[in-house]
Every structure is written in C-alpha cells, then in structure tokens.
C-alpha cells in the first residue's frame, strides 16, 4: 500500500502543477484559435459532456483549415476517428434508452452505457497461447502461456504550450502454466506508471521526443515470493531514417532494508535499457537490450526480440516473441530463461 501511494501523491501533485486556466481557454476558442479549441473539446469529452465536445471537435476541425500552422496539432484523421466515435455513442445509447432531463446526469450514463473512457494502447497488447522455455525450473514445465494487456489514458495536455502530456498507464504481464493439471498463474507482474511524454522541437535533429515516468512494478504475492520495486526513468527517442533507438535510464527509489524484498535487483536488470524499433511496411521489429555494465563474471543482461507480422484482420497481428537472459518476470529477477513465444498481437 505504501508503495502504491506514491503514484497516487505523484498523480495529485501533476495535477495541480499542470492545472489549466479554463476560462481562458474558453475565451481563445471563441475568438477562433483553432488549437484551443481542440483543446477544449478534450476536457469536455474528459467531463463526459459529449455533446459539447463533438461541439467544439467540428469546429476546431473546421478552423484549421484555415491556419497551416494549427495542422500539425489538429491532424484531420484524429479529429474525424472523434467525431466519429462521440457520434456512434450517442446512437448507440439512444436506441435504446430514454434521455434524462439533467444533462449531467445523460452524460454519465452514456459513458457507462457504452464503456467510452478513452483509453487506448501502451504497449504491445499479445497472447501467445505456447512458449517454450529451454531452461529448467523445478517449479514450473518448460511449456506455458504468456500474455500481456497494456493502456494508458492521457490526463492532461499541452498546459506549457510544448504539446506535452501528462499519461497515466497500466501494463500486466502473465504466465500461466496451462500445460499442468490445475492450470496455475504462475507469475503475474503489475506495473501501474505515471509519465510525461514531451516532443522535442528542431524537426532537424535525430532526437524527436523526451519521457520522463514514475513507474510501480510488483507480482501481487506475499512472504518469500514477493518482489516489487519503484522507479524514476527518464527515455528519449531519436530517428535515423527509419531505425527508432530509444534509451532509458533509470533510479530506484530506496527502501527500507527490512521491508525490500529483492535488494540486489539492480545486479541483473542494470540502470536502463535500450530500445531499437524497425517498421518494415506491415511488419515491425523491436530489440531490446539491457546489462548490468558488470566487465567481469557478474555481468548479467537480457535482449527480447519483438516481430509482428499483418494476418488477416486489420488489427490483428501475428506475433514472434524471442527472450534470452535473465529478469523476465520479477520472480525470475536472478534466474535466466530462453523462451520462445508465437501467437497474436492486438496492438504494437
């Protein structure tokens, strides 16, 4: 509970250093500034008062036509997929319930009608229903299913003019040992994250984009098998033509010797990690890497190798997933495995 706290602190504590002015940005949008329109509109859709949303959505839509210099921010195909998606909830919850004459009170049960909270992927979103591990464990068979679900939810945007965001996120990983009698989940890992995602501005240099996160990571289990830890990271992304290298960096937050439950974990997942990304047409490629820059016989370290591949759904992929090293889940934080993973992916 402790440790879960400071993502809730760390979420009260952005939110009020980033609060918007409202009645400023109200008075720019009446006036014609096409980008707080935009703006706008998302904190309506955030206070689930569709209507004014879709409202200011067409206007903020129709005004940057007219500004060449609002185009990058209000790129046509996301105003359409909000419009159209605002549209369909209305039709959805008005066949076949009846208005309520106070409008806050329609506006809540259309999001609870139809499930509308704007979420949307963080990372890769997969079931892979067969993985082997070449390693033996005395605990587990070298056969299991893996899957992960990840989202985020944008909280709060552009509030300094940089067209950053504040980002809540959530990602779950899990193996289940499907090939036993009883069918166990053997791990899960929970990794609730706060970050804020900032575009750098010289559309010239390699480096396009900074992250700065707190991120929580612990499996859910007691005594001896439990494991969690907290970390500040700061990442960047830079682009050469179409290679993506993100490094990240990390600092775990302290512990108390007494309550930390895997005090030697940054032997073996290091301080960072490295991200290579490769879009091929419908195919993408990613690397990761990570070591613990130990130059002696403690060196420790993992590289996952990512492929997905177009099947025949247009948001269904197949999915290849290659691990080798050490730290896969945080139950094998000093354990190695070599897995071998292929199934679907939703999102990537």
């Known amino acids: ?17 980033f609060a918007t002015d409202f009645s400023l940005l109200e008075q720019k949008a009446q006036e014609g500034d096409a980008l707080s329109a935009y703006e706008l509109a998302k904190i309506y859709e955030e206070k689930n008062d569709k209507e004014s949303a879709l409202e200011w959505y067409k206007k903020a839509a129709s005004r940057s036509l007219d500004s060449k210099k609002k185009n990058a921010a209000l790129e046509n195909s996301i105003l359409e997929n909000k419009i159209k998606k605002i549209e369909r909830t209305q039709e959805i919850y008005s066949g076949f319930l009846e208005k309520y ?18 979420l949307s992927p963080y990372k890769i979103n997969y079931l892979l229903p067969i993985t082997y591990d070449g390693v033996n464990h005395e605990d587990r068979k070298h056969t299991e299913t893996k899957f992960q679900v990840s989202f985020q939810k944008t909280l709060i945007d552009n509030v300094f003019g940089l067209n950053e ?10 193996w289940w040992q499907t090939g036993t009698k009883s069918t166990p989940f053997r791990e899960s890992n929970y990794q609730p994250e706060l970050f804020m995602m900032m575009p750098h501005f010289d559309k010239d240099s390699v480096l396009k984009a900074y992250k700065f996160g707190l991120l929580h990571e612990s499996n859910g289990q007691d005594q001896q098998k439990s494991r969690s830890w907290n970390r500040l990271y700061a990442k960047a992304f830079f682009q050469f033509d179409g290679l993506i290298i993100s490094p ?9 010797i007494e309550t930390d439950d895997n005090p030697n974990i940054h032997n073996y997942l290091g301080y960072g990690d490295l991200e290579l990304i490769y879009p091929w047409k419908t195919h993408t490629f990613k690397l990761l890497v990570r070591n613990n820059l130990h130059f002696d016989n403690t060196n420790k370290g993992a590289v996952q190798f990512d492929w997905t591949f177009p099947l025949w759904e247009r948001n269904l992929f197949g999915y290849l997933q290659l691990y080798s090293g050490y730290s896969e889940s945080l139950i094998d934080y000093d354990k190695r495995s070599d897995r071998i993973g292929i199934g679907f992916a939703l999102s990537r």
């Open 248 to 256: 990240r960096v990390w600092y775990r937050i302290p512990e108390d």
């Open 101 to 118: 004459d106070d409008k806050e009170t329609e506006n809540s049960v259309k999001q609870m009608m139809t499930k509308t909270f704007d």
């Open 1 to 17: 509970m402790k440790r879960i706290s400071l993502l809730i602190i760390a979420s009260q504590f952005f939110t009020l250093l």
């Open 165 to 174: 965001s504040l980002v809540a996120a959530y990602t779950q990983t899990s």
